[in-house]
């Protein structure tokens, strides 16, 4: 069993930034994927970026591209996402989620075993 725990939403205006943080007890292997996804209210949870493999790959979805950045930490099995340029329809609950296996697809959250509790990001206009 992984635990993840999400930590650094809040309340920003809009061209603001935040780092989300996602500390996890324990890392599967750095092969699998760990990763971020959030839910708006009434919607369904999306992809936000996930990161995979010693070198790092990373993935981003398209309205996200060039605002915001994920990192991790190996040593302390903490995955970070900066968050700049916040615009209104970044508001979400975010989450952080990590697989227990190695998929084609990090986009979908099928492919995510374990999940925090999320973290609410507010982007006021």
């Known amino acids: 069993q992984v635990l993840l725990v999400e930590s650094g939403g809040g309340l920003v205006q809009a061209g603001g930034s935040l780092r989300l943080s996602c500390a996890a007890s324990?890392?599967?292997?750095?092969?699998?994927?760990m990763g971020w996804f959030r839910q708006a209210p009434g919607k369904e949870r999306s992809f936000v970026a996930a990161?995979?493999?010693?070198?790092?790959?990373?993935y981003y979805a398209d309205s996200v591209k060039g605002r915001f950045t994920l990192s991790m930490d190996n040593v302390e099995n903490t995955m970070y996402l900066q968050m700049n340029n916040l615009k209104p329809e970044d508001t979400a609950v975010y989450y952080c989620?990590?697989?227990?296996?190695?998929?084609?697809?990090?986009?979908?959250?099928?492919?995510?075993?374990?999940w925090g509790q999320g973290t609410q990001v507010t982007v006021s206009s």
């Open positions: 324990r890392r599967t292997f750095s092969n699998y994927a």
């Open positions: 989620a990590a697989q227990s296996r190695w998929t084609l697809v990090v986009q979908n959250t099928t492919e995510y075993d374990y």
């Open positions: 990161i995979r493999g010693m070198a790092g790959s990373t």
